[in-house]
């Protein structure tokens, strides 16, 4: 990095804090949001079959087929930024001949998927790695699960991604947030004709980060930000070291093959992973949602909801639930203030939507909001646009 390249990486992250303490304060909780309009709503998401039944090569086909292009002006956005850290290009090349080695060490079915999504896109192998491995390393979420006074569970989430991924003075927004609205998908997986899970996806990544197994659990995930973090495990992993799951594989397998809340839970407590991470799970009956706070190779805690303390919602940003959120990055409180205030009465999607939907907790960074309800299999998800005054994350 030259000097020229230092001072304008200083500046941004001086204009960008700037901002953030301009526009990071807290507003009132918002209300009437739902059903969602208005300057904050950007724009449905469009539903894709994906059929486990056929070959994992040719079943993301249909949705590569319609985001080709996005997928493409994504890809470029990523190059463009490497290009600007490692100005000589030489990060690609590392990318297109180092990282295609990687596939045959990925778990079936996800290697293949992998290849097969670079094949109908013409993205080159390495990139479609790059592409999915990037969501493990980038996002700051929120998640909450919530019983309503009759049992029922709602899972609501913001999916906040791109931070330090070039901000854009002029309108005050960052470059790959921008790029990943239009890959946002939502996707039936279906096995003999029926629906086992449905998420809300990336096209082109094959993990998950947001989904609902009808009648038996929801799922999400969010990033942990630890020393031993990311970095960490997938260097370990590029070097050789595999005993270690992709956090998204994980989810995905979870939501694919797990039986129940218990085996879910069970699975994403013991599972050797990469890197740390939060997963939000809520279940099918009263007394089932929890956040586990995982390291890589075990969970430190295991936070339940607890009606008779009180507590009818778990609620997780990016931070152990036990310590106090970094001072700059308090989305927690603001969201914790507006469901206190909502009461478990009252709670419902168009709540929900309502606390996911003020600022800080929808921010600069917010791709898309999605509620689940387990009982019904309900899962909806909007694009999220934050106008100014807003905080950049
Ligand atoms: C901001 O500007 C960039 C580049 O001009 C554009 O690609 C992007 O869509 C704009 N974002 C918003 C939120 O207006
Ligand atoms: C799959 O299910 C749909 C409705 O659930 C039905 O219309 C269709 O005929 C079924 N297809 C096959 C191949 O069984
Ligand atoms: C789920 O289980 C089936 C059957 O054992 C297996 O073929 C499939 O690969 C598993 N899915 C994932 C994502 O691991
Ligand atoms: C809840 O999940 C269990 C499996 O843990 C299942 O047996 C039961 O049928 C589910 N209940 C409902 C109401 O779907
Ligand atoms: C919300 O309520 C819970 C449970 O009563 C309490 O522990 C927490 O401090 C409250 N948080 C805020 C921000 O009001
Ligand atoms: C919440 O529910 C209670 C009782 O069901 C009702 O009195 C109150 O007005 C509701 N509050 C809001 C903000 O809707």
């Given at each position: 990095?030259?000097?020229?390249?230092?001072?304008?990486?200083?500046?941004?992250?001086?204009?960008?804090?700037?901002?953030?303490?301009?526009y990071?304060?807290?507003?009132?909780?918002?209300?009437?949001?739902?059903?969602?309009?208005?300057?904050?709503?950007?724009?449905?998401?469009?539903?894709?079959?994906?059929?486990?039944?056929?070959?994992?090569?040719?079943?993301?086909?249909?949705?590569?087929?319609?985001?080709?292009?996005?997928?493409?002006?994504?890809?470029?956005?990523?190059?463009?930024?490497?290009?600007?850290?490692?100005?000589?290009?030489?990060?690609?090349?590392?990318?297109?001949?180092?990282?295609p080695?990687?596939?045959?060490?990925?778990?079936?079915?996800?290697?293949?998927?992998?290849?097969?999504?670079?094949?109908?896109?013409?993205v080159?192998?390495?990139?479609?790695?790059?592409?999915?491995?990037?969501?493990?390393?980038?996002?700051?979420?929120?998640?909450?699960?919530?019983?309503?006074?009759?049992?029922?569970?709602?899972?609501?989430?913001?999916?906040?991604?791109?931070?330090?991924m070039?901000w854009?003075?002029?309108n005050?927004?960052?470059?790959?947030?921008?790029?990943?609205?239009?890959l946002?998908?939502?996707?039936?997986?279906?096995?003999?004709?029926?629906?086992?899970?449905?998420?809300?996806?990336?096209?082109?990544?094959?993990?998950?980060?947001?989904?609902?197994?009808p009648?038996?659990?929801?799922?999400?995930m969010?990033?942990?930000?630890?020393?031993?973090g990311?970095?960490?495990?997938?260097?370990?992993?590029?070097?050789?070291?595999?005993?270690?799951?992709?956090?998204?594989?994980?989810?995905?397998?979870?939501?694919?093959?797990?039986?129940?809340?218990?085996?879910?839970?069970?699975?994403l407590?013991?599972?050797?992973?990469?890197?740390?991470?939060?997963?939000?799970?809520?279940?099918?009956?009263?007394?089932?949602?929890?956040?586990?706070?995982?390291?890589?190779?075990?969970?430190?805690?295991?936070?339940?909801?607890?009606?008779k303390?009180?507590?009818?919602?778990?609620?997780?940003?990016?931070?152990?639930?036990?310590e106090?959120?970094?001072?700059?990055?308090?989305?927690?409180?603001?969201?914790?203030?507006?469901?206190?205030?909502?009461?478990?009465?009252?709670?419902?999607?168009?709540?929900?939507?309502?606390?996911?939907?003020?600022?800080?907790?929808?921010?600069?960074?917010?791709?898309?909001?999605?509620?689940?309800?387990?009982?019904?299999?309900?899962?909806?998800?909007?694009?999220?646009?934050?106008?100014?005054?807003?905080?950049?994350?």
């Amino acid at each position: 990095m030259n000097s020229s390249r230092l001072c304008c990486a200083i500046w941004t992250l001086f204009t960008v804090l700037l901002t953030g303490c301009l526009y990071g304060q807290t507003e009132e909780c918002k209300t009437s949001m739902y059903p969602p309009k208005g300057p904050t709503f950007k724009g449905s998401v469009q539903w894709y079959t994906v059929n486990l039944d056929e070959p994992p090569v040719t079943r993301w086909d249909g949705v590569i087929k319609d985001k080709k292009n996005e997928l493409v002006a994504m890809i470029q956005a990523i190059k463009v930024l490497a290009n600007s850290l490692v100005p000589s290009g030489k990060l690609i090349d590392l990318v297109d001949n180092g990282l295609p080695l990687m596939l045959g060490s990925m778990p079936y079915p996800f290697n293949e998927e992998i290849q097969g999504i670079s094949t109908a896109s013409g993205v080159p192998l390495g990139e479609v790695i790059l592409f999915n491995i990037f969501y493990e390393v980038f996002t700051v979420c929120t998640s909450v699960v919530a019983e309503d006074t009759h049992g029922n569970l709602y899972h609501g989430r913001n999916l906040d991604f791109g931070l330090l991924m070039g901000w854009n003075h002029k309108n005050h927004s960052w470059a790959l947030t921008d790029k990943l609205k239009p890959l946002a998908v939502n996707i039936d997986f279906k096995r003999n004709n029926v629906t086992v899970f449905k998420s809300t996806n990336f096209a082109g990544y094959v993990g998950i980060l947001t989904g609902v197994r009808p009648k038996l659990f929801t799922l999400t995930m969010n990033e942990r930000f630890n020393f031993d973090g990311g970095y960490v495990g997938i260097l370990e992993w590029i070097l050789g070291n595999r005993d270690g799951m992709w956090m998204g594989f994980l989810t995905r397998s979870v939501l694919e093959n797990a039986t129940s809340y218990e085996d879910a839970k069970k699975q994403l407590t013991h599972t050797k992973l990469l890197a740390p991470a939060y997963f939000i799970l809520g279940g099918n009956q009263t007394g089932q949602g929890c956040v586990i706070t995982r390291t890589r190779v075990n969970a430190l805690d295991v936070w339940e909801i607890e009606l008779k303390l009180g507590r009818w919602y778990v609620l997780e940003t990016n931070y152990d639930h036990w310590e106090k959120p970094f001072i700059l990055d308090d989305r927690r409180t603001p969201a914790m203030r507006c469901m206190n205030k909502t009461t478990q009465n009252n709670i419902s999607f168009k709540t929900l939507y309502d606390v996911l939907s003020t600022k800080p907790v929808l921010n600069k960074l917010t791709t898309y909001t999605t509620l689940m309800e387990v009982s019904t299999g309900k899962l909806e998800t909007f694009l999220r646009e934050c106008p100014d005054p807003c905080s950049p994350w």
